[in-house]
């Protein structure tokens, strides 16, 4: 239930391409007229893309998947796919595209647009290689709890990216760097705010504020369905869920996701140096967060 989380990592299909090298000219095209016209999306397709893949990268979200503590990961999800799934409807009279690999030209395009945004330069591309051939909606079930537990601290988060993607402690980091886009909301998670002060530029701001900031953690729901988030000093809403401030403090949230410790006085968690590492060096960040994939 990591709100807006993407990566690039969904990226790779299973079969070759499908369609010319003109044809996929035009499904860029169309995917960055949906975005010119409204670049909220950016970030909605970002975090649908990732949802997507962790139920198999096939074009299927179930919006009303509940996990085992009531809480909805999918909620919110739905204005991006309905805009991609009309734009899918009209474009496959003349591409010969899936929907599940539609979705996944549309996120990678969303990520070069928010990496252009940051850096006004187009020299700065991603150049994400994409691979097409991705089946669309076969009869399955998706268990909400293989979703990440914003609730939860670093084992169980590092424990998520290990069962669910295989990928290990840096990469588990990088992909969640992708928070930089977006901002979490009340009526789909019940968390409130964004992580950083520019919600559509794909860049380390995310691990400069989990490491430079001062957070402070608050309920932003009620005691019997609580929603603990930190937010940054200061008179802005920035937030962090659990789930990204157990990169750099060793939190132990109890089964509520409170932490009862100060920060100042909690240990650096064995994923600080990445998070070092990404804070200071923004390409580097980058240039592992492009080397990331589910496969």
Request: aromatic share 8%; proline share 5%.
């Amino acid at each position: 239930m990591l709100r807006i989380i993407v990566p690039v990592l969904l990226l790779i299909g299973t079969a070759s391409a499908l369609f010319t090298a003109s044809e996929l000219e035009v499904v860029k095209r169309l995917c960055n007229n949906i975005l010119d016209r409204k670049p909220v999306l950016i970030a909605g397709f970002v975090r649908l893309i990732f949802h997507d893949c962790v139920g198999g990268c096939n074009g299927c979200v179930d919006l009303n998947l509940e996990d085992s503590n009531g809480d909805q990961p999918n909620a919110g999800l739905g204005s991006s796919i309905a805009v991609l799934n009309r734009r899918h409807d009209e474009l496959r009279q003349t591409v010969n595209i899936s929907k599940a690999d539609f979705w996944a030209t549309c996120a990678v395009e969303a990520l070069e647009k928010a990496r252009f945004l940051a850096t006004n330069d187009t020299s700065k591309s991603l150049n994400i290689p994409m691979l097409y051939g991705r089946a669309d909606c076969r009869p399955m079930l998706t268990v909400a709890d293989r979703f990440p537990d914003p609730h939860a601290g670093l084992n169980k988060t590092l424990e998520w990216c290990d069962n669910t993607f295989n990928f290990n402690s840096t990469w588990c980091v990088a992909i969640l760097g992708a928070h930089t886009l977006g901002q979490a909301r009340p009526s789909a998670s019940g968390f409130r705010g964004p992580w950083v002060a520019d919600a559509r530029h794909l860049d380390n701001a995310y691990f400069q504020d989990l490491r430079d900031k001062r957070w402070l953690q608050v309920n932003r729901r009620t005691v019997t369905d609580p929603r603990w988030q930190f937010e940054a000093e200061g008179p802005s809403v920035f937030m962090m869920l659990n789930a990204d401030m157990c990169l750099f403090r060793d939190i132990q949230p109890d089964s509520a996701g409170r932490v009862v410790d100060p920060l100042d006085a909690t240990p650096k968690s064995s994923t600080k140096d990445d998070v070092d590492t990404f804070a200071d060096n923004n390409e580097e960040w980058i240039r592992v967060f492009k080397a990331v994939r589910i496969n």
